[in-house]
Every structure is written in C-alpha cells, then in structure tokens.
C-alpha cells in the first residue's frame, strides 16, 4: 500500500513579544491620550486597517482599550496594539 502523506500543519502567525518596558511605555501612551480625550491612531496586529477615534475606556478586566470613534465603539485587545500615534 502506498503511503499517505498527512496534511500539515498550519499555525497562526504569532505576535511579536515585546519587553515588559515597551508595554509600560504603551500603557502610558493610551493612559495620556484617554485622559486628555485626544483622538489617536492605533496600528493593531493583525488588522488591515488602523483604529482611529478617542479612548474611552481601558477595562483591565478584559485588557480591551475601547475606542469611540462616528457612535461606534470599537474593542481593541491591549496586547495587540503595536503603536499610538496622533492623526495627521
């Protein structure tokens, strides 16, 4: 009988790790920008389109940083944000 070869395996690609230091200096970043209201850009792994709107809410509950943005609000996972940037 011949042999069969079995079907690979396909894995998800993984987040980038980050050192503790840049999770802080993240958290910072979304900490300043929700207290100030300021309306910011989030470039999110994974994503095809960047977040844009204001901070409303960061639930370390759930470690989602909700953002408001035209009467929707949108749940972003904290550990997938890779960075915080002003709009131009």
Do not use: C
């Amino acid at each position: 009988m011949p042999a069969v070869a079995k079907p690979g395996k396909s894995y998800k690609a993984k987040r980038p790790t980050r050192v503790e230091f840049e999770l802080e200096e993240l958290a910072d970043q979304l900490t300043e920008a929700k207290n100030e209201e300021t309306e910011v850009v989030l470039t999110v792994w994974g994503w095809d389109e960047v977040v844009r709107g204001v901070i409303t809410e960061m639930d370390s509950r759930t470690t989602l940083v909700h953002v408001y943005r035209n009467g929707e609000t949108i749940k972003v996972p904290f550990l997938d944000v890779m960075r915080v940037s002003s709009p131009e």
